[in-house]
């Protein structure tokens, strides 16, 4: 691990501990956490995923088939999926700019959907694509918002 990534981890480590003791660092840490999220890092972590959804600044695109999506997805998650990107990604153009920090997901960390459509995103001018590589099970597992 190179220097400035590990030193971002450690304030980040820094931030969780303190915000523990004191109450009034959570705010820091949310906000260190967006910020973390919003850099160039194509892969986010649970906690960055969770800050940029608390923070309503992205726009969370789950890229499973639709019938996974409708079970079960994010709250507030738009459906993208890879084997019907090519169908639904005009309508998706329409009604996201493309300046839009988007944040990709499927259903695990093995799974490359997610991958697979920040690819198609990026080759279609979308410059701001993140992957949540943890997916809808880490996010439910933790027991954050989903609806389907």
């Known amino acids: ?23 009034s660092l959570s705010q820091l840490h949310a906000s260190e956490s967006v910020a973390l999220a919003k850099e160039e890092s194509s892969e986010l972590d649970l906690s960055a995923t969770k800050a940029l959804f608390d923070s309503h600044s992205a726009c969370f695109v ?40 988007i ?8 799974c490359g959907k997610a991958r697979h459509v920040a690819k198609k995103l990026m080759k279609n001018g979308y410059r701001n694509v993140r992957v949540f590589s943890g997916g809808l099970i880490e996010w439910a597992h933790a027991g954050f918002p989903i609806e389907g």
């Open 62 to 101: 789950d890229a499973r088939s639709e019938y996974e999506y409708y079970k079960s997805h994010i709250k507030g998650a738009i459906s993208l999926s890879d084997s019907r990107f090519d169908e639904q990604f005009p309508d998706f153009r329409q009604n996201k700019a493309i300046e839009s920090l």
């Open 103 to 110: 944040v990709v997901y499927c259903t695990e960390h093995s």
């Open 1 to 23: 691990m190179s220097g400035k990534p590990l030193r971002r981890q450690l304030f980040a480590t820094l931030i969780i501990v303190l915000s523990s003791i004191s109450p």
